[in-house]
C-alpha cells in the first residue's frame, strides 16, 4: 500500500514537478550565498539551501492526501481498502519517504556545490535539519487530511501559522509561550548545533499541536464520513 501512495504522489504533474522544482532552487540558493554572502561558513549554507526544501516539501504530502478529492479517487481507494486507517497510515509513511528522500537529495546537491572549499561537516545539523523537513511535511499532510480540498489545505497551511506567529510576536503575554505553541519558531534552532533540552521540549509542544491535533481531527473526520 505504501508503494501505491508513493505512486500516486509523483503521478500527477504538481507531483513530479514539485521535486524538480526543490532541487532547481536548492542549487540556486546554494549558488548565490557562495557567490554573493559574506557567511559562507558550512552550516549558513547547508541551512539556507535547505530552506526551499522546507518550504516545499511539505505541498508533496498535502497533495498525496488530497488528490482523493481533488482527483476523485477517494471511493475507489477506499472500497479496495475499507480500513480507512490503514490508509491514512501509508500516506503518512509515503510523505515521511517522500520527505527524506528529497532532503538527502538536496543535501548532495549542496555537498558537491560545496567541493573545493573549506567546510565543516555536522552530522547534527543533517540529521536536525531532516527533522524539521520532515516535521514541516507531517504538517502538511496533516492540514490536507483535515482539509481534504487542495486550494483552501494549502492557504490554511501557509497561512495560519503566518499569522499565529506574527499575533504571538506582538501581543502582550503570547512572546513567552509563543515558542511552544509556534512550530516555526521552535524549529529554527535546529538549523545549528546545539540544540538545547528546552528547545526540544519546545518542538515536541508545537509539533502536537500543528500536527498530532489536525491529524487526529481529519482521522476521526475521514471515518466518520460518506463517501460518494
Given at each position: 500500500m505504501i508503494l501505491v501512495e508513493l505512486r500516486k504522489a509523483v503521478d500527477t504533474r504538481a507531483g513530479a514537478a514539485l521535486p524538480v522544482t526543490i532541487g532547481v532552487l536548492v542549487v540556486a540558493v546554494?549558488?548565490?550565498?557562495?557567490?554573493?554572502a559574506d557567511d559562507r561558513t558550512w552550516v549558513?549554507?547547508?541551512?539556507?539551501?535547505?530552506q526551499p526544501v522546507s518550504v516545499?516539501?511539505?505541498l508533496i504530502g498535502l497533495l498525496l492526501v488530497t488528490g482523493e478529492w481533488s482527483q476523485r479517487t477517494g471511493l475507489t481507494t477506499f472500497v479496495l481498502v475499507p480500513a480507512r486507517s490503514r490508509v491514512v497510515v501509508a500516506k503518512f509513511v509515503a510523505a515521511s519517504v517522500?520527505?527524506?528522500?528529497v532532503s538527502v537529495v538536496g543535501f548532495l546537491i549542496t555537498f558537491v556545490m560545496l567541493i573545493g572549499s573549506e567546510w565543516e561537516f555536522s552530522w547534527s545539523v543533517v540529521v536536525q535539519l531532516v527533522l524539521v523537513n520532515w516535521l514541516t511535511t507531517m504538517f502538511g499532510t496533516s492540514?490536507?487530511?483535515?482539509?481534504?480540498?487542495?486550494a483552501p489545505a494549502i492557504v490554511v497551511y501557509y497561512v495560519v501559522p503566518f499569522v499565529w506567529t506574527f499575533v504571538g510576536r506582538l501581543a502582550p503575554g503570547l512572546e513567552s509561550v509563543s515558542p511552544w505553541l509556534d512550530l516555526g519558531q521552535s524549529r529554527m534552532p535546529l538549523a545549528?548545533?546545539?540544540v538545547a533540552a528546552r528547545e526540544w521540549a519546545q518542538l515536541l509542544t508545537s509539533s502536537l499541536l500543528w500536527i498530532a491535533v489536525p491529524a487526529a481531527l481529519g482521522t476521526l473526520?475521514?471515518?466518520r464520513s460518506d463517501l460518494s
Open positions: 546554494t549558488g548565490v550565498q557562495l557567490a554573493f549558513s549554507v547547508v541551512a539556507n539551501a535547505q516545499l516539501v511539505p517522500l520527505s527524506v528522500v492540514f490536507g487530511l483535515l482539509l481534504w480540498y487542495s545549528a548545533p546545539g473526520r475521514l471515518n
